[in-house]
């Protein structure tokens, strides 16, 4: 179907009957001809197209606000003067900023991005800070609210740490062979063996809700036993826990006579004296052996002579015979040896 | 059934449950610390013989005073099984967090 463009005038073949533009080109350049625009290299705006402009005179007024301008301080509106008055606040308004050369113009630019990112940086850290304060605040009220941790400390502890701290044992336990002569450093160890076996013994039972009367019988006996051995008797004097030992003895004595006729008793130590046999039997645990009180023998050590005496008795009669100590002892008995040592005088 | 509780992850890891042993010597001091810091325990179980009880301890370890209550009973039990080594059997004081299953 053949038509006519309405901008260009040129005949162009259509498919629709409405269409009245050739090219979407003249459709645009039509549209912008009807709104008054025009382009560099087209035709000027028709006159018919163009929007009549409206003058409107102020009705009751002499005076019409203009923009400030430096040449004109009237207005002529239809041949007649008015008088201008200059807005004063709408001057202060536009403050003329001299403008840069060309040249600076880029850096002034990046500067003036710049800055601008610097005061938003700035800005928004000024939102922030409010909240950042507010927050450091709730803190610091929190902590001043929140009292500090006061550290609990155990009692026991406690008195254990002093107990150590005045150091009952010291030196004299940890090296009993520096300190004291082989002698006396050998009774002692053999008597700190014994009584790191029963201090143990005396904390595990004080452990317990209920003990038998018969484990505290034992113990007891032991204690007994060890203050009446020769060898306890002969300690050194500084020996440390001599007093101790003999006051533990007494102790257990009160406690048997006590409730003796219990078959099962309560057995509880005082927190000081716990935290002294705990020291002790700590002090003790580094430098003598352990031993089970079931296995350990506290019938005291026997002296070379009884040795003899009872290795001889072990033997057998036959083998007594052929001992030459047997015969020795039995010819001093029947008096043969005087007679032949009387032999040989003469 | 068990009702499911349901955790974030960082809950998960602040939110933990402790047992002890605390044997008699030790059950003012350690009770001392739960009362003084609000922190939640029970108990649940008694060793008779031994004077020993089984407390279970929950620890928010986001709070600081929780924090130092978990240390400050912790230390406590190992000084004294340090000074009692030995002496306690194959008992240990401290054991390991217990694992709840029907917690996510």
Known sequence: ?346 | MKPLIYKTKDMENKLIVKLYKVPEDLLMDILRILFKNNIKHKIIGIQERQNIILLNVNFDLASIKNREAKENMEGILTDYSEYMKGLLGDTVLMLDEEDEENEY
């Not at chain 1, 000024?126 to 709730?138: M, R, Y």
Request: charge should be negative; proline fraction near 3%.
């Open chain 1, 1 to 346: 179907m053949e038509s006519t463009c309405l901008y260009c005038g040129e005949h162009f073949t259509a498919i629709r009957s409405s269409k009245k533009y050739c090219s979407d080109n003249c459709k645009q350049m039509a549209y912008f001809k009807r709104n008054g625009l025009v382009l560099s290299g087209t035709t000027e705006v028709e006159p018919s197209l163009q929007v009549p402009v409206v003058s409107v005179k102020p009705v009751n007024t002499n005076e019409v606000s203009v923009k400030y301008d430096n040449e004109k301080d009237t207005v002529k509106y239809a041949n007649e003067e008015l008088n201008v008055k200059y807005d004063k606040d709408d001057r202060s308004e536009f403050e003329f900023v001299p403008l840069a050369d060309a040249e600076e113009d880029e850096e002034d630019e990046t500067e003036i991005a710049e800055s601008n990112n610097v005061r938003e940086i700035e800005k928004e850290a000024q939102k922030v800070e409010p909240i950042k304060s507010s927050l450091n605040i709730e803190k610091e009220q929190k902590d001043e609210n929140e009292p500090r941790y006061k550290w609990i400390n155990s009692k026991l502890i406690g008195l254990i740490e002093k107990k150590y701290e005045q150091n009952s044992g010291g030196i004299k336990i940890k090296e009993p062979i520096d300190y004291w002569e082989y002698e006396d450093a050998k009774r002692i160890v053999w008597v700190n063996t014994r009584f790191r076996c029963l201090t143990e013994g005396l904390i595990k039972l004080s452990n317990y809700s209920l003990i038998d009367q018969h484990t505290l019988l034992c113990i007891n006996d032991a204690f007994k036993r060890l203050i009446k051995s020769i060898t306890f008797n002969k300690l050194p004097n500084d020996y440390p826990f001599k007093e101790l030992i003999i006051e533990l003895f007494l102790g257990l004595n009160k406690i048997l006579a006590e409730k003796g006729h219990l078959k099962m008793l309560a057995f509880k130590l005082t927190k000081e004296r716990k935290a002294q046999l705990i020291c002790i039997r700590h002090q003790l645990m580094h430098h003598t052996l352990e031993t089970k009180f079931s296995e350990i023998d506290f019938i005291e050590e026997k002296t070379s002579e009884e040795k003899v005496q009872q290795f001889i008795s072990k033997k057998n009669e036959t083998e007594k015979k052929s001992d030459w100590r047997y015969r020795y002892e039995s010819l001093k008995r029947q008096g043969l040896l005087k007679n032949q040592q009387l032999n040989k005088a003469a």
